[in-house]
């Protein structure tokens, strides 16, 4: 593959996920379950619909945290993309970016406890 088809295919990857996940943030779901299936599905539009959102900074964080430790599927067909013909597989590629993902999910939440705690602690409570 020549550096342009590499580029224009990884570009493509970029825009039609872009598209899905502004479509699905048009579905009258929750605002917390769009966040999600936006930032899973392309992690540029899901990182800003997350930084937009009228979810507190300690859950901010955490969803910007673990959408960019995923990537998004975006990502993950960027990279089988490039994969394509060799000997490594997507799928325990996909099964350790979302190993690393709930990692990172805690150890972001983690962080905000411990430098705000009441952060995360529920309104009324010490």
Same mark, same amino acid.
């Given at each position: 593959m020549n550096g342009f088809e590499t580029l224009t295919r990884l570009g493509g990857y970029i825009m039609l996920f872009s598209m899905i996940s502004s479509m699905l943030q048009l579905i009258p779901f929750p605002? *917390? %379950?769009?966040? &999600?299936?936006c930032g899973?599905?392309?992690i540029t539009n899901g990182i800003k619909a997350v930084s937009q959102s009228s $979810?507190?900074? !300690?859950?901010?964080?955490?969803l910007a945290m673990a959408f960019t430790a995923f990537g998004g599927l975006s990502g993950l067909a960027?990279?089988? *993309? &490039? %994969? @394509?013909g060799t000997?490594? *597989? %997507? @799928?325990t590629y996909g099964m350790f970016k979302l190993i690393m993902t709930v990692i990172t999910a805690? $150890? !972001?939440w !983690? !962080?905000?406890s411990l430098v705000?705690? #009441? #952060?995360v602690l529920p309104a009324g409570l010490p």
């Amino acid at each position: 593959m020549n550096g342009f088809e590499t580029l224009t295919r990884l570009g493509g990857y970029i825009m039609l996920f872009s598209m899905i996940s502004s479509m699905l943030q048009l579905i009258p779901f929750p605002e *917390s %379950i769009n966040l &999600m299936l936006c930032g899973f599905t392309e992690i540029t539009n899901g990182i800003k619909a997350v930084s937009q959102s009228s $979810l507190s900074p !300690a859950h901010r964080y955490t969803l910007a945290m673990a959408f960019t430790a995923f990537g998004g599927l975006s990502g993950l067909a960027q990279t089988g *993309s &490039m %994969i @394509k013909g060799t000997s490594l *597989s %997507i @799928k325990t590629y996909g099964m350790f970016k979302l190993i690393m993902t709930v990692i990172t999910a805690v $150890l !972001a939440w !983690a !962080a905000v406890s411990l430098v705000y705690p #009441a #952060a995360v602690l529920p309104a009324g409570l010490p």
